[in-house]
C-alpha cells in the first residue's frame, strides 16, 4: 500500500503549495507579503549585505528630468536622470531638515531639487543652490560620505553598493544582444523574495534541490569554474524533439552577488539578465529578463526558447516556496550529493566586506 502511494505523489513536494493557483493568482502571489513570517533576525537573516553593482531600474522606467524613490540595502534612496541625460543616485533624505526628496522633490536641469526648502543637489550630494540663502555653508560644499556610483548597461541602471565606501572594484558586463535590434525587447518576469541573497544563490550549486524541488529526473552535472569575482556553469544536455535528439548548452555565469546571467545555446537562444537586489535584509527583488533573436532558426527552436523560459519562472516559483520561510544556517550539514555549497560560501565570503580576515562559520 505505500508503495503504490508513493507513486501517486508528484516528486515535487511543493507542487502542492501552487497546483491550485490560476495564472492570475500566481502572479499576485510572486509579490505579495507572507503573513505572519518570522523576522530576519529570528530566520538568522540578520547578516551583512554582499558588496557589488546591483540592478536599480530598467532604463525605460526613468525618463529625462524624472526622479524615482527607491529603497534597497535597508535604505531610501532618490535615482534621477538630469536633462543631459545622466543618472545619479543619493541617500534620500535632505541634509537640512531629513525630507525624503524623492517624494515631492523635482529635478532642476541637472540637479535634485528638494521640496522642503529646494535645496539642490548633485549626484555627489553637493548643494550647488540654496535659493533664500546668501552662501552655501562649507560643509555642504564636500560630497556626501556615502556615494552610489552608477552606471547603465543592458538597459538597465546599475547602481554600486559597499558598505565601507569602497569604489568599484571591477565593471558590469555589457551584453551586445541587450540593445541589438534583431534580438527582442526584455519578456519580465518579477518576484518579491522574503529570504536572503545568499540562500537565493547557494540554489546554484545545490545539485540534490533540482530533483526534490523541480521534479528533475537526475541531478545536474556541470562544470564549475572558479575565478576571482567571477564563477561560471556549464551544463551540456541533450533534447529529445520530433526530429530527434539535439544538442543544448546552459551557460550561467555570476560576477560578484548582483550580476547574474545565463545564455541556453543549441536548439534555442535565450538569454537571461537576472536583475536581483536585496531590499532588506530578509527581501529580494528579482526580475528575470529574457531575450531571443527574433527569428529563431525553426519553429522548434522557437518553442523551445519559449519552454525554456516557462521553465526557469516555473523553477523560480517552486523556489520561492522554500526561500520565503528558509533559515540561514552558519554551519550547514552537508553530504556527499549536496554539491559544492561550502566551496560556494568560501567564493560569496569575499563580497561581505565586514567579514573581511574574520571567520563566521
Same mark, same amino acid.
Given at each position: 500500500m505505500a508503495d503504490d502511494a508513493a507513486t501517486i505523489l508528484s516528486p515535487v513536494a511543493v507542487a502542492t503549495a501552487l497546483s491550485e493557483m490560476s495564472r492570475e493568482e500566481r502572479l499576485r502571489w510572486r509579490m505579495a507579503d507572507v503573513p505572519g513570517r518570522p523576522s530576519a533576525a529570528d530566520r538568522n537573516l540578520d547578516i551583512?549585505?554582499?558588496f557589488g553593482w546591483f540592478?536599480?531600474?530598467l532604463s525605460e522606467e526613468l525618463a529625462v528630468g524624472q526622479l524615482r524613490p527607491l529603497r534597497y540595502f535597508g535604505s531610501d534612496l532618490v535615482v534621477w536622470r538630469g536633462e543631459d541625460g545622466t543618472v545619479h543616485m543619493l541617500d534620500a533624505h535632505c541634509r537640512h531638515l531629513g525630507a525624503h526628496m524623492g517624494h515631492g522633490g523635482r529635478v532642476s536641469g541637472n540637479l535634485l531639487e528638494c521640496p522642503f526648502h529646494a535645496w539642490r543637489y548633485d549626484?555627489?550630494?553637493?548643494? &550647488?543652490?540654496i535659493p533664500y540663502a546668501e552662501r552655501v555653508p562649507p560643509r555642504l560644499t564636500r560630497p556626501c560620505d556615502r556615494q552610489w556610483p552608477v552606471v547603465e548597461a543592458n538597459?538597465?541602471?546599475w547602481f554600486w553598493y559597499h558598505p565601507h565606501g569602497a569604489a568599484p572594484m571591477w565593471d558590469v558586463e555589457v551584453f551586445p544582444e541587450a540593445t541589438n535590434p534583431d534580438w527582442t525587447d526584455?519578456?519580465?518576469h518579477e518576484w518579491r523574495v522574503f529570504g536572503s541573497l545568499q540562500n537565493m544563490a547557494e540554489n546554484a550549486v545545490d545539485v540534490a &534541490?533540482? &530533483?526534490?524541488v523541480h521534479g528533475t529526473a537526475t541531478f545536474p552535472t556541470s562544470e564549475m569554474i572558479w575565478d576571482g569575482v567571477l564563477r561560471t556553469s556549464i551544463i551540456d544536455a541533450g533534447l529529445d524533439t520530433p526530429q530527434g535528439r539535439m544538442e543544448a548548452r546552459v551557460y550561467s555565469k555570476m560576477i560578484g552577488p548582483g550580476q547574474s546571467s545565463t545564455r541556453f545555446t543549441g536548439i534555442a537562444e535565450t538569454l537571461l539578465i537576472a536583475a536581483v537586489t536585496p531590499v532588506e535584509k530578509d527581501e529580494v527583488r528579482v526580475r528575470f529578463c529574457f531575450t531571443q533573436p527574433r527569428n529563431q532558426a525553426s519553429p522548434i527552436a522557437a518553442m523551445m526558447a519559449q519552454g525554456f523560459i516557462h521553465e526557469v519562472c516555473r523553477?523560480?516559483?517552486?523556489d520561492k516556496v522554500?526561500?520565503?520561510?528558509?533559515?540561514y544556517l552558519d554551519k550547514p550539514i552537508i553530504c556527499d550529493g549536496d554539491g559544492p555549497i561550502l566551496r560556494f560560501r568560501q567564493y560569496y565570503r569575499q563580497f561581505y566586506a565586514e567579514w573581511a580576515g574574520a571567520r563566521k562559520e
Open positions: 551583512p549585505f554582499p540592478p536599480a531600474l549626484g555627489e550630494g553637493v548643494v &550647488h543652490e538597459r538597465l541602471i526584455y519578456e519580465i &534541490h533540482f &530533483h526534490y523553477q523560480l516559483d517552486q522554500i526561500w520565503d520561510r528558509q533559515r
